[in-house]
């Protein structure tokens, strides 16, 4: 909402991947998200993302699904558009368990995450467990 205030005739895109689209509906007033910005869906492996569309998300899937990308950087919302991805073999989730579990270096040596984004995960504590 402060992007779209900042921005009021700039095109937004929200990347999300299926899992996370598919939950919306579980997300605080997640309609509002389609007048604040485009929805960019990446699909995951193992997820048949209009079969696993249950209604209302459904409902706006129909109305918005494009494949026009042209849509994307005239409007300045609204549109669902997918975006095939080559898929990886990991998971943020992945990411978080083994950062959690003090097994941050191994995953910069995997080539996971940039090693300023590991320095700012560790400088600040992120994803430590909780005593």
Not at 28 to 35: C, I, T
């Amino acid at each position: 909402a402060e992007l779209r205030a900042e921005m009021p005739a700039r095109p937004l895109l929200l990347l999300a991947g299926a899992d996370a689209f598919l939950g919306f509906p579980l997300w605080h007033r997640w309609q509002e998200l389609f007048a604040l910005a485009h929805i960019v869906v990446i699909p995951r492996p193992g997820i048949a993302l209009e079969r696993s569309l249950k209604e209302p998300l459904a409902a706006g899937w129909r109305r918005r699904v494009t494949t026009d990308t042209g849509v994307l950087r005239t409007a300045t919302a609204g549109s669902i558009y997918v975006q095939p991805v080559t898929a990886q073999p990991i998971s943020s989730t992945a990411i978080r368990e083994a950062l959690a579990s003090g097994d941050a270096r191994s995953v910069e040596f995997a080539g996971l995450l940039p090693a300023a984004v590991l320095a700012y995960i560790e400088s600040n504590r992120l994803y430590v467990p909780t005593r």
